[in-house]
């Protein structure tokens, strides 16, 4: 017999309702709606249009109704870090701030006057990012914060829409950076340092947890009868990681690709000290209690405002081409330092590259092929660096690489492998469907 489920995929860029079959061990993902995700912008405010995200989940499950497959559940992931805020009654309370919202900067150093870094880390074991919940809440209005409000992460806000029950799903709880990981509770201390009521946060829940029948409305728009909703790992990373198949007691690591970047492993228990804060890692919570530890790299930022560069010059590039003019250039010829400040900002990225080049003493790269490679092996070297890093802190040695995003750019994923020196395997594009459905197969029992 056939066992259907549906995972509904947030992404900051675009989003998927993806329906999936279990049938004698073997599962098979079809792709039913994709959309995209675009802020808003207004003056010097970025806003997420959650309506329009609403409208394009329920127009998914409305597709998969006509198919009329037995459905056994839903659930949602999202990235990390917003969240959406509801009035007593279930109404959304507008405006959604984007975690690029420049307020985030000024509510990260209003939480900091008010608690010391070396506090927030020890207590939540995750890094000083101005993005964090934590820090947009410092930049809240009080009005909006009301002790009958309800807040939660993007992912738990939309199971909660779905079923009517307001449950923050323990992944999603970890990355907000108001959450106790070794307790797994919202943290007493920072809530009280800030002045945030309790009240607002709802239970936290595992992951795997069944919360409810789709609400009856929504049943008979979309026509889907007995569909229970689940909170799977509500953090896209998360279910990600579910989704991997990994050997028993094999030592891995993954690396997720794209315009930034992220490099982590999976462990039994969080990693808080001096070292760990120092160098920039972080622990968030995942399936089965495991925690995921991780740190921020750079990503293909640096290389896309090259092209940018060019193409406003009449030399636009494809990634074949400057793959293949990358590919051609001397190796190792110069490499830049990507905490170098100038780095960090947009605009003229080629002249930047060639100026630290010249600074630094080192034959200074002219030519697209040469600059592209310049920035690749640069990556390569420091994703070298950054996982030395983590064997460090982790007492592991990892003999496994796995590349989320990987299709991005082939050269990169060669210059990684060949820097790291360990296998390397690129997952599918659709690996955080994969392992919410994992989740909801294992919390409907359809799987052990």
């Known amino acids: 017999m056939e066992h259907f489920f549906v995972a509904c995929d947030l992404g900051v860029e675009n989003g998927r309702v993806t329906l999936a079959s279990l049938n004698k061990g073997k599962l098979v993902l079809s792709e039913i709606r994709k959309f995209q995700n675009a802020p808003s912008r207004e003056k010097n405010s970025i806003y997420w249009n959650v309506p329009a995200l609403y409208r394009e989940i329920i127009e998914g499950l409305r597709a998969v109704g006509s198919h009329?497959?037995?459905?056994?559940?839903?659930?949602?992931?999202?990235?990390g870090a917003d969240y959406?805020?509801?009035?007593?009654?279930?109404?959304?309370?507008?405006?959604?701030?984007?975690?690029?919202?420049?307020?985030?900067?000024?509510?990260?150093?209003?939480?900091?006057?008010?608690?010391?870094?070396?506090t927030i880390y020890e207590e939540t074991g995750v890094q000083k990012n101005p993005s964090n919940t934590l820090s947009q809440l410092g930049a809240e209005k009080s009005k909006r914060i009301h002790r009958k409000n309800l807040l939660m992460p993007v992912a738990d806000g939309f199971n909660y829409l779905l079923s009517g029950i307001a449950r923050v799903e323990m992944s999603q709880a970890s990355a907000t950076q108001l959450f106790d990981p070794a307790n797994k509770t919202w943290s007493g201390r920072l809530l009280e340092a800030m002045a945030l009521p309790p009240e607002i946060f709802p239970p936290v829940v595992a992951a795997g947890t069944k919360l409810g029948a789709l609400r009856p409305d929504i049943a008979r728009e979309t026509r889907l009868e007995d569909v229970e909703i689940v909170a799977s790992c509500s953090h896209e990373s998360a279910a990600a990681l579910v989704?991997?198949?990994?050997?028993?007691?094999?030592?891995?690591?993954?690396?997720?690709?794209?315009?930034?970047?992220?490099?982590?492993?999976?462990?039994?228990?969080?990693?808080?000290?001096d070292i760990s804060r120092e160098w920039n890692f972080t622990n968030q919570l995942g399936h089965g209690g495991?925690?995921?530890?991780?740190?921020?790299?750079?990503?293909?930022?640096?290389?896309?405002?090259?092209k940018r560069f060019w193409k406003e010059r009449d030399r636009e590039i494809d990634d074949d081409l400057l793959g293949h003019l990358a590919t051609s250039s001397e190796p190792f010829e110069s490499l830049i330092d990507f905490a170098d400040p100038r780095f960090a900002s947009p605009g003229e990225?080629?002249?930047?590259?060639?100026?630290?080049c010249k600074e630094t003493g080192q034959p200074v790269p002219r030519r697209p092929g040469p600059v592209a490679?310049?920035?690749?092996?640069s990556l390569a070297l420091m994703?070298?660096?950054?996982l030395q890093e983590m064997e460090y802190v982790t007492g592991r040695r990892f003999t496994r690489l796995y590349f989320?995003?990987?299709?991005?750019?082939?050269?990169?994923?060669?210059?990684?492998?060949?820097?790291?020196e360990i296998p390397a395997v690129i997952v599918p594009e659709n690996i955080t469907s994969i392992g919410s459905i994992v989740v909801q197969a294992l919390a409907t029992g359809q799987i052990k």
């Open 290 to 306: 495991s925690v995921r530890f991780s740190k921020p790299v750079p990503g293909l930022w640096v290389l896309d405002e090259c």
């Open 84 to 118: 959406l805020l509801f009035e007593p009654d279930g109404t959304l309370i507008t405006p959604t701030f984007h975690h690029a919202d420049p307020r985030g900067e000024s509510g990260m150093n209003q939480v900091l006057s008010k608690i010391p870094w070396e």
């Open 68 to 79: 009329e497959e037995p459905v056994h559940s839903v659930s949602c992931t999202s990235w």
């Open 373 to 377: 490679r310049c920035v690749l092996e």
């Open 404 to 420: 989320f995003g990987g299709s991005r750019h082939r050269l990169l994923n060669h210059f990684t492998a060949n820097a790291l």
């Open 349 to 356: 990225m080629p002249l930047k590259i060639q100026a630290f």
């Open 243 to 273: 989704g991997l198949p990994v050997a028993e007691k094999e030592s891995w690591a993954f690396l997720q690709m794209g315009s930034s970047g992220t490099i982590g492993t999976q462990l039994l228990a969080p990693i808080v000290n």
């Open 383 to 386: 994703y070298r660096r950054t």
